[in-house]
């Protein structure tokens, strides 16, 4: 790939990355250590699979993949700081299209402190991104760390993401805001290090919210149960899509919202905190002894998302 | 992808994975600081680009993108701890093929004491490897401070991978070792290991000899001098292809040999240590004053691989 060197300046100038051997330009970065345990994720956002440029800008394309890997530190109690990018570009994918999507990717960047450190770019048949990103973690939380009686907290909505995705496949009018949701999904990371101290346990909802849910009450061997009256379900949802909101809430996925095990007696210690960063927050119901959840009383099972 | 979980157990039971968290199993993986700075490097190898599986088995592919990682990891003078792996599988590929390529991993991975901790798989066009490595450098070795008067070494040999390639293209029969030096890499960490306390700089050859070496050079504002006959040229190599040799050397990319950046003082302490363990190097010039690269005399430019 003869472009590849200006490609990858092309790509770098989008953000301000620090010299060699903190950034990019030697075989490999070198980092300094910070407080807390090294937390690391990666995830790949392929053409065709995970989107298609119909319906998603490159700019769109760029910001899901980072939000969708800021989402797994936020679920960890992490604190992001670095990110390595590898791209695959199809023929004809030029220097405009790689300044789109860097520009997709820059406010969550910035937002979250995160430091472009390295990556690559290549050829590909098809427009893929495949982000590694790393945070420290003070007091990490787990999936497998939940207990009986631990409240169940959402942070955020659920559903809007799998409106959006039904929007687009079926060529359907709706609120813009479903369309933004399956686009542009918001990673809840402050949100999970203010309840960090506190909380026992955390998953995001990536593949659907009963089947993210399965994965807590699995790995802590422990159940759950959930309210639907209590589910942030907004009312535009509810409205557009009144016979499936339910489903898209439950098990539509790509929602990036953050499921949370919170020990009642540091409810109102969290929720406090939440209230401070004007976080949309809902309890939606508890952990309990038996496995399974339970919806409004009944066992239901963690279907899940198929991208 | 509803086989992803299958998939992923299928492939990390090749590997002995440590339990979540600091192993695959939550949203991210939490690892333990260690001694020196944090060195991470990503790579992809796509199928179609990088390989075809007509010339590649499923486990040279593993051992190849596991083995050029590990190199950036050897040019940092870095020790390999961890590493993260994101596949993405055209359809049809089954739970054998995914074996296979663990398997082609699995040598190298124990053999560099690198630890699996965390992953994704996705559907995609063609196959994919984008692989993460990290590791711990207490001396790094940089790009960027070779000196005038270093010797330049070089760990391993030249032209063989890219005679490999030759012959694969051409359909040609020629030594095996040609063909497994284009499969089957060698990366050199304990050699760039044992010489990191002693040496200026360093980088790997995977673009070609001339233009990695034009890197150090640039980025040390230098220039080098090599000896023709002091290259690490296999004799069967230039028995087999006279008049091609010297070029398969000098730009034919993918030996992930090693060059390094030695001041004259330090030269016996470094190759007493290789030495001790066996490693192949060579002197073959030295860094200069002056800007460019001289050959036998003659000024040559750093002309690159293409893939």
New interface residues.
């Given amino acids: 790939?003869?472009q590849e060197f200006e490609k990858i300046k092309r790509f770098i100038a989008v953000f301000s990355v620090a010299p060699?051997?903190e950034g990019p330009?030697?075989?490999?970065?070198?980092?300094?250590?910070k407080r807390g345990?090294?937390?690391?994720?990666?995830?790949?956002t392929?053409e065709?699979?995970?989107f298609c440029r119909k319906h998603f800008s490159l700019g769109d394309i760029g910001h899901k993949a980072l939000a969708a890997n800021l989402?797994?530190?936020a679920?960890?109690g992490?604190a992001a700081d670095?990110w390595?990018?590898?791209l695959?570009l199809p023929s004809g994918f030029g220097m405009r299209g790689l300044k789109a999507l860097a520009e997709g990717m820059l406010p969550l960047a910035q937002r979250h402190g995160l430091r472009l450190?390295?990556?690559?770019i290549?050829?590909?048949?098809?427009l893929?991104l495949?982000l590694?990103?790393?945070?420290w973690?003070s007091k990490?939380l787990?999936?497998?760390t939940a207990r009986p009686g631990d409240k169940l907290y959402v942070i955020g909505s659920l559903g809007e993401a799998a409106a959006g995705l039904f929007a687009m496949q079926h060529a359907l009018r709706v609120p813009k805001r479903f369309l933004q949701a399956q686009r542009r999904p918001k990673p809840w990371l402050e949100a999970a290090q203010a309840a960090a101290p506190y909380a026992r346990a955390?998953?995001?909802v990536s593949d659907g919210m009963l089947q993210d849910l399965g994965h807590i009450c699995q790995?802590s061997g422990i159940g759950a149960r959930l309210e639907a009256s209590a589910l942030p379900i907004p009312a535009a949802l509810k409205r557009c899509f009144p016979k499936q909101a339910l489903r898209f809430a439950l098990c539509g996925g790509e929602d990036y919202a953050l499921l949370l095990a919170i020990p009642p007696q540091k409810a109102k210690v969290v929720e406090q905190q939440w209230r401070a960063q004007s976080c949309p927050f809902t309890c939606v119901g508890n952990f309990i002894n038996s496995k399974g959840i339970w919806l409004d009383g009944r066992r239901v099972s963690a279907q899940?998302f198929?991208?």
């Fill in positions: 790939m003869p060699s051997p330009g030697d075989d490999a970065c070198l980092l300094s250590k345990r090294l937390c690391l994720t990666t995830d790949a392929i065709g699979i995970h989402s797994d530190l679920a960890m992490a670095f390595l990018c590898a695959g450190v390295g990556g690559n290549t050829a590909s048949p098809v893929s495949t590694s990103l790393g945070g973690a990490p787990l999936r497998s955390a998953i995001d790995a899940g198929q991208h």
